[in-house]
């Protein structure tokens, strides 16, 4: 028997257990898209799997000959082929009968619709790509994207993508600032922008922020402008052009342009907490493949569905699973411009209601807000079209998978919780639905041909039952191609720390079962008295709690065990908070996990700070709890959150 003492301790322990299980419904089995083949048949040949599919899905203008060039971390996919992503994505659809097929149903948030079919995408991709011809863009030149989520920016994306303009979409809540630093990163020639878009019954305008960017950019020529607002804006002269006067006037007809499969299809900037932001750098044809096959399989895509990625567009899961797969998949999409509670908490149901969404895929975020609001709201809609519900962008805790489960899914529809990243392109981690057996809170197993570990300070594998550090160790074929511009840094940010993989940032474990959890990012970890505890797990323990919606924890540094835990809690909007409640909570994780988690602090607040894409910025909280000034906050979406918290925080509890 080995002595526990003389082992080193583990990265990050595994406390919290989940033993409630969830087998798919055999209904559900009998038609589903995926099977327990499909594991097999891609661990067999990795390559043959991915190339088989990319044969299968995609129309070449060229087949490719080789399906994998790996100088590590170089990764080169389908060399030799030639392909269009919008003919792919919309003309293949067209010319095959499904011309009036509904591929976005658009709902403005004052409650204005629009309705796209994939005819109407292909003769307006073709006149905004002639737009871009006009202004001078040619393949390879890039072009810079801030939109609120209208039609017209899935539009531009795929006009960029048929002249082969690589783009670059920056999310419509970005200052002017970050907008001018992802311009000249790239060195974009021309920006496609609105006057303004609604959020939250409010009209936010975009236009004035995108001028005072423009101010900055040398290599900007022109812009595009679409008034959704219908408000004056000052045009430029020679350089402000309106998109219903330059598209409009277009011909519908432009050639898609093949591009080689290696052929750069856009740039998303992720910005690290301090240093400059990185352009994660996407091609074309694994990147396609890897979106689109992810998209039909994770959620079990049929030609009838109404499916509702809620994310939003300037963020990779938009990309992915708003635009490339399910256009891919010539699916009919759901668009949303605004907030789940405008005009009331039922927004979102009430769309289901009304179109009919079989498959809906949002974030925790969401889901724990929908929860503090009380299941009576979805209660007043027929929910029962769903059928699938997907789960991305931070740890799900079991209490809101469980919420999510019977409260949206009718306790019918099965979960899939994704884990993924900007840089990985596609869904990696995910169970199959109609063959994984869920466990709430668990990302389960790595898609088909990914392979994935759960690695140690050294990089070796951790026993079952044990956390570390998540890796990837073989590429796959929508994996980031690099940063732009910065071969040097893509190597020492993902392929460093363990040689030969790639290391994500993120901790995780494996149970005894060999399912995944994620722990969040491995700069969140605490450790208390040596112990290296996960603010997931803990963040879980309290949401398991009935009065509970949200909490987010983190470390406050401590004399005595080097770091002591800081819960910052949402209750729900019944519970008045209390010191004898505050008392129940810490027992609770306690009597949950173990003494060691119980926290120190715990702070009730109205709200976190959050990214603009919803995940909890706890560097934020670190400064809370510290007394601190705050650090970088220009990727806080609300500054006001701060503020309150910290008229609060005379009352944390210890
Ligand atoms: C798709 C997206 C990536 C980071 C990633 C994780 C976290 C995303 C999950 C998750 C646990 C999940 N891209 N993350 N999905 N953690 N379970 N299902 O979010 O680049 O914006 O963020 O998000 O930490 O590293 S992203």
Not at 211 to 224: G, R, V, Y
Not at 278 to 302: C, M, N, P, Q, R
Request: negative net charge; aromatic residues 10%.
């Amino acid at each position: 028997m080995s002595d526990d003492s003389v082992l080193p301790p583990p990265e990050i322990e595994n406390l919290l257990a989940e033993s409630r299980l969830f087998p798919p419904d055999p209904a559900f089995v009998a038609q589903a898209n995926a099977s327990a083949e499909m594991y097999a048949e891609a661990e067999a040949d990795f390559e043959a799997f991915w190339a088989k599919h990319a044969r299968e899905r995609i129309d070449w203008s060229k087949p490719f000959e080789t399906t994998l060039e790996w100088d590590l971390p170089f990764a080169k996919w389908f060399t030799g082929g030639e392909l269009n992503v919008a003919y792919n994505c919309v003309d293949r659809h067209v010319e095959r009968g499904l011309g009036d097929k509904v591929a976005y149903h658009w709902i403005g948030e004052p409650g204005d619709t629009r309705t796209l079919t994939f005819a109407d995408l292909q003769r307006e991709v073709s006149k905004a790509a002639n737009a871009l011809k006009e202004l001078g863009v040619q393949t390879g030149d890039r072009v810079a994207i801030y939109m609120p989520m209208i039609p017209e920016l899935p539009i531009a994306m795929l006009a960029c993508a048929r002249i082969g303009a690589p783009h670059t979409v920056v999310f419509g809540g970005f200052s002017a600032e970050s907008l001018s630093g992802r311009i000249n990163d790239c060195g974009a020639k021309v920006l496609i922008t609105a006057d303004g878009g609604y959020r939250r019954g409010k009209e936010i305008g975009l236009k004035h922020h995108a001028d005072e960017a423009l101010a900055d950019t040398p290599t900007i020529e022109a812009s595009i402008v679409v008034r959704r607002l219908g408000h004056d804006v000052h045009m430029v002269p020679d350089r402000d052009h309106w998109w219903h006067d330059i598209v409009d006037r277009q011909s519908d007809d432009c050639p898609p342009v093949a591009v080689e499969s290696e052929h750069m299809l856009y740039l998303l900037y992720t910005s690290g907490t301090t240093a400059k932001p990185k352009g994660i750098l996407h091609t074309t044809a694994g990147y396609l493949l890897g979106a689109s096959l992810t998209h039909e399989v994770v959620f079990d895509i049929k030609p009838d569905d109404v499916y509702w990625c809620a994310a939003d567009i300037g963020w990779v899961t938009g990309h992915s699973y708003i635009v490339y797969g399910p256009l891919a998949n010539a699916t009919t999409s759901i668009m949303y411009e605004g907030a789940p509670d405008t005009p009331a908490w039922d927004r979102w149901w009430q769309i289901v209601e009304d179109y009919k969404v079989s498959i809906l895929y949002c974030a925790p975020t969401a889901i724990r807000a929908f929860m503090k609001q009380g299941e009576a709201w979805p209660a007043a809609h027929d929910l029962t079209t769903l059928r699938v519900l997907g789960s991305v962008g931070e740890p799900i805790n079991p209490e809101a998978w469980l919420w999510y489960h019977e409260n949206i899914g009718g306790s019918r529809a099965p979960i899939v919780d994704t884990w993924w990243q900007t840089e990985t392109g596609q869904i990696l981690i995910t169970p199959l639905p109609g063959v994984t057996t869920t466990k709430p809170g668990s990302a389960t197993h790595p898609f088909p041909g990914i392979a994935a570990d759960v690695v140690d300070a050294d990089g070796n594998s951790v026993p079952l039952g044990g956390g570390g550090y998540l890796v990837l160790k073989r590429p796959w074929p929508a994996m980031l191609r690099g940063i732009y511009g910065d071969p040097e840094r893509y190597h020492e940010t993902y392929w460093k720390r363990f040689p030969g993989m790639y290391f994500a940032g993120d901790g995780a474990k494996r149970d005894l079962d060999g399912y995944l959890w994620l722990l969040g990012r491995v700069d969140d970890v605490m450790n208390v008295a040596g112990h290296r505890i996960s603010t997931t797990e803990v963040e879980s323990a309290l949401v398991d709690h009935k009065s509970v919606a949200e909490a987010a924890v983190v470390g406050k540094k401590d004399e005595v065990s080097g770091q002591a835990i800081f819960a910052f809690v949402i209750l729900k909007a019944d519970r008045e908070p209390s010191d004898a409640l505050a008392v129940q909570l810490r027992e609770h994780v306690a009597y949950v996990i173990g003494p060691i988690a119980r926290p120190k602090f715990l702070m009730f607040v109205p709200d976190l700070p959050k990214t603009r894409s919803g995940k909890i910025m706890r560097r934020l909280l670190r400064d809370i709890a510290e007394g601190r000034v705050l650090g970088d906050t220009t990727t806080l979406a609300d500054v006001g959150v701060v503020d309150t918290i910290r008229e609060h925080s005379g009352s944390a509890e210890e």
